[in-house]
């Protein structure tokens, strides 16, 4: 990865952030030629999937939102990681990460106490200085701000972790706006935020990044066909825009690891030079996300079906991809 980074910075793709200053882990600055690359990437994607579609229509969000919106998304509660600390030199680390480089499993959504036996029976030690570990613990990895001159809980807010979500609570209005029929769909692209632990492999990991993110509402039963055209759709205009195919796999997520409101997770990973890894995940959100927010705010969520002349609430099928894991890939 050093020469790619070298020259991305040389040949103006990619700055360290306020390097001046030594800089901030995990946050970069995209160049005079970077941000031409970035905005052909999200312009070429915006015209192939919202401008070129009658299904599809867009949205570009609010990044602060309802507090509340993260209690009924689940992400309070559940989007956490596991953190261990050397005991001697104090570099944190995933313990999922630290697992995955030393004994090559796919430790996502392992337990605390399993992720710590593990790295406790298998010797892993500090990869900066050598140095024990303390056991796993979790913490959430939500930005979080306050609203308001004085800070407290009732103004705490946070900086969005997924785009996704404005979407789903702008359901309703963008029903009664647009007049669309089942099947459609609500792109967007925009910032999130994840306060990642450790630093990542150049812009492959980061604190703040790109989503180009879409929510595609089809009718309960219709969702397999959905996800598997969502991943045709995908994985040719990577081809086309000339990624090699032979570079691209996909990867079925297993029971243990898919997120608790997907009935399935197909991630498109790239063979980047630190290995594959994810390039883009396409999931099937079922109706999870419309109902939870139905039930948190007593709004009716639903679509009336003109041809049954019946509500229903609709599954979602989510192909979301990194930008700055696009960038890099092209890169």
Known sequence: MDPIVSLAKRRGFVFPSSEIYGGLANTWDY?????????NIKAEWWKTFIQSRDDMVGLDAAILMNPKV??????????????????????????DHLLEDALHINAEGMS?????????ENGILCP?????????????????THLGPVESEEGRVYLRPETCQGIFVDFKNILNASR???PFGVGQIGKVFRNEITPGNFIFRVLEFEQM?????????????????????MSEWYERLGIKKENMR?????DDERSFYSSRTVDIEYQYPIGWKELQGIADRTDYDLLQHSKFTGQDLSYFDEDTKERIVPYVIEPSVGVDRLFLAFL
């Open 180 to 182: 669309k029929k089942l």
């Open 250 to 254: 996909f990867r079925e997520h297993g």
């Open 213 to 233: 993110e879409i929510e595609y509402f089809v009718k309960p039963g219709e969702d397999k066909e959905a996800f598997e055209m969502w991943l045709h759709n």
């Open 128 to 144: 900066a200085c050598g140095g024990e570990l303390t056991p796993a613990k979790m913490f959430n990895t939500m930005f979080s």
């Open 70 to 95: 993260w209690v009924a998304s689940g992400h309070v509660a559940n989007f956490n990681d596991a953190l261990v600390e050397c005991k001697k030199c104090h570099e944190r680390y995933r313990a």
């Open 31 to 39: 160049g005079p030629m970077g941000v031409l690359m970035k905005n």
């Open 112 to 120: 605390v106490s399993d992720m710590t036996k593990l790295i406790e």
